[in-house]
């Protein structure tokens, strides 16, 4: 997905209670920011992977670890620029296709469907749900990038698992906004934005653990 300079430059803008935050615009970061938080993000990373296979150890763990870094790296970027790129969201419903095909040659084809048509479901709702939004309110809110993970969540989380997903989403989102008001000591705005992506993304990776070590064995 190619952005110009002149959308960088608006998607670096935070709406917060009426006032719109420019990112970085001006300041520069300390030299000692930025190892730190490569290392936090690798320490986390590499957690993500340990969890995966100690949950699901084999080709099942493997696919969980690659689908763990994929979404800390849609968190991050939509943590960043509020954009999911489009890669991540391909990349990880492809896996989780190779995913369900894994899971026995008999039932390949209709573990793939299954897979798929959650996926499809999914994205559906939340594509109706915005839309239904835009006409109330007449802004959008909730992205397409959202819509797409969605299909990612679909694909990977039982009927069972997608709901929980949702709110653990939804309930980590509304926590953290509520937090970040009090200490900035700021009020709250029923048209603040958040990066739901940034929450999402773990929370399907996190149901996805939950499901290996309660349900799967």
């Known amino acids: 997905m190619s952005v110009t300079p002149l959308r960088r430059a608006e998607l670096r803008t ?3 209670g009426g006032e719109i935050e420019l990112a970085g615009r001006g300041k520069a970061k300390p030299a000692w920011q930025a190892p730190i938080a490569y290392a936090a993000f690798a320490a986390i990373a590499c957690s993500i992977v ?3 296979l100690v949950a ?31 890669k ?6 492809a896996l989780a296709l190779t995913d369900a095909a894994n899971e026995g040659l008999e039932s390949m084809p209709e573990n793939i469907a299954v897979a798929a048509l959650r996926g499809l479901v999914l994205a559906l709702a939340f594509f109706a749900l915005r ?8 802004r959008h809110g909730i992205g397409l990038g959202d819509v797409k993970l969605a299909a990612v969540a679909g694909a990977w989380l039982d009927w069972t698992l997608i709901p929980v ?13 509520i937090a970040s008001r009090l200490v900035l000591r700021r009020p709250l705005c029923a048209a603040a934005q958040l990066p739901f992506g940034l ?3 773990p929370a399907i990776w ?9 349900f799967e064995f």
């Not at 991540?88 to 419903?93: C, K």
Request: charged share 10%.
């Open 165 to 177: 997903a949702i709110e653990i989403a939804a309930l980590t989102a509304l926590i953290f906004y």
């Open 131 to 138: 839309e239904i939004y835009l006409r109330l309110r007449h």
């Open 50 to 52: 340990i969890a995966s």
């Open 56 to 86: 699901a150890p084999g080709r099942s763990g493997l696919f969980g670890g690659a689908l763990g870094l994929l979404m800390l790296a849609v968190a991050v970027a939509d943590a960043r620029a509020f954009i999911i790129p489009d």
């Open 14 to 16: 935070r709406s917060a």
């Open 206 to 214: 996190f149901c996805w653990l939950l499901n290996a070590i309660f």
């Open 199 to 201: 929450f999402f993304a």
């Open 88 to 93: 991540l969201t391909i990349a990880a419903f």
